[in-house]
Structure formats: C-alpha cells, structure tokens
C-alpha cells in the first residue's frame, strides 16, 4: 500500500480545522444512513476505518458498540476526541492504515469505512479491512465513484437536484470553506468507474454485496467466514 503523504494529512488537518469552527452537528448524508442501516444486530466491537471527525463512530457508539475510529490526521483524532467526550464506547487513535496492519486489538466484529478506500490501492486496503474482521464479522466499505460518459447523464442530472433540494431543505455540515478544502484535497483524485464496482470487489471479497448510490458513491456490504 500508499503511505499517506504529508499533503493528504496537512489536507484532512485543515478540515478539520475548518470542520471545528462549524455547529452543525452530525448530518448523516443519505448514502450514510443507508451504510449504518446495513449493520447486523449483535455487533459489539467495531472499527471505523479513517473516521475523520469521527461521526460514524458516534452513530455506532451510541447504539451501544464500542468503536475505535482510526484516522491518519491528527487534527481529524483531535476534533473526533472532542466531539465525542460524552461517549465513552467511542474511542480514537491516529493510525496509519499502511503500516503494520490493523490495531493490536483486533477481530472486530465490524469493520466500517467511508470515503476512505479510494486513497490507496483498493486491494490493500480490502486486505486491512480482513485482518481486522472477527470470524463471521461484517464489512461495509463506503466510498467515492466517478461518472463519466454521456450515458451517466441522467444520473448526474438526478444526483445534482437531489443534492440541492436535501441542502434547501435540511441543515448542512458543509460551508464555503469546507467546499474549497474538499474541492482543493479532491483534485486529480482517482475513483472507481460507477460501472466498474462490482467488478473490483467481486475476487476480493467473494460473496460481496455492492449497492450504487444516486450521489457518487456505492456500498460494500460482506461477511466473513465463520470459525
């Protein structure tokens, strides 16, 4: 795998940063109420892989789970830490994904990441999600697609007015700010082809469910063998 480079770090610091000045609270984008809606009753231990500012790992605490958030940016830790203080089954570490494989404490039961896998190559990371699993555990993997092509256009028309209409009409966790930050960090990054997800997942996680979302992106849903 990719190791982080400064630049993806000082980019996912400075939102954070940005992200600390903002009260919004946590709003749960549709594509992630679906992924959390996915998890199996009885999870008790989870890992939230690059939990950014770390609101999937609140959504999972407070259901009970004990989570762990990883993410490479100390200022995205930092800002989840704070946010999460009265949680105690939310707990953060700055790790990188790259290096040394997942925590030492690990087989979770669940395994779940967001916008995360299209920064470094996807069978790497799919092999850290694995060593992460308990026997039997659950894996929702999250992330960006890309659209191209006349023969995406109507879901491009579709996702750009749903999009305004959930933000005329619902509390945004995004501002002007952010909208620049995310605009600058994204620039010439590379995700999978709408049309290709399946394709990429289906020898690494044989049995693999993928589920395509109308705003860019798409949900992996698998489960690991038992004992």
């Given at each position: 795998m990719i190791k982080p480079t400064p630049a993806l770090i000082n980019d996912f610091d400075a939102i954070a940063d940005a992200l600390a000045a903002e009260d919004c609270g946590d709003v749960l984008l549709p594509a992630e109420?679906?992924?959390?809606?996915?998890?199996?009753?009885?999870?008790?231990?989870?890992?939230?892989?690059?939990?950014?500012?770390?609101?999937?790992?609140?959504?999972?605490?407070?259901?009970?789970?004990?989570?762990?958030?990883?993410?490479?940016?100390?200022?995205?830790?930092?800002?989840?830490?704070?946010?999460?203080?009265?949680?105690?089954?939310?707990?953060?570490?700055?790790?990188?994904?790259?290096?040394?494989?997942?925590?030492?404490?690990?087989?979770?039961?669940?395994?779940?990441?967001?916008?995360?896998?299209?920064?470094?190559?996807?069978?790497?990371?799919?092999?850290?999600?694995?060593?992460?699993?308990?026997?039997?555990?659950?894996?929702?993997?999250?992330?960006?697609?890309?659209?191209r092509g006349p023969r995406y256009a109507p879901w491009n028309t579709a996702a750009v007015a749903a999009r305004a209409l959930r933000r005329a009409f619902r509390p945004s966790r995004s501002s002007s700010r952010l909208d620049v930050l995310y605009a600058r960090h994204g620039a010439g990054e590379e995700c999978l082809q709408h049309g290709g997800v399946r394709e990429a997942y289906r020898t690494l996680l044989p049995g693999v469910r993928v589920y395509l979302h109308l705003e860019w992106r798409y949900t992996v849903v698998w489960h690991a063998p038992g004992a």
């Open positions: 109420r679906f992924l959390l809606a996915q998890v199996p009753a009885g999870v008790r231990r989870a890992l939230d892989v690059g939990c950014g500012d770390g609101m999937l790992t609140r959504a999972l605490a407070g259901r009970g789970i004990s989570t762990l958030g990883l993410d490479v940016s100390p200022g995205m830790i930092a800002l989840a830490r704070d946010r999460s203080r009265d949680l105690p089954l939310a707990e953060f570490q700055v790790h990188d994904l790259t290096v040394g494989g997942p925590p030492a404490q690990a087989a979770f039961d669940l395994v779940i990441s967001a916008a995360v896998a299209h920064h470094v190559p996807l069978e790497g990371f799919v092999a850290f999600v694995r060593a992460a699993l308990a026997p039997g555990g659950t894996a929702l993997i999250q992330d960006l697609t890309t659209r």
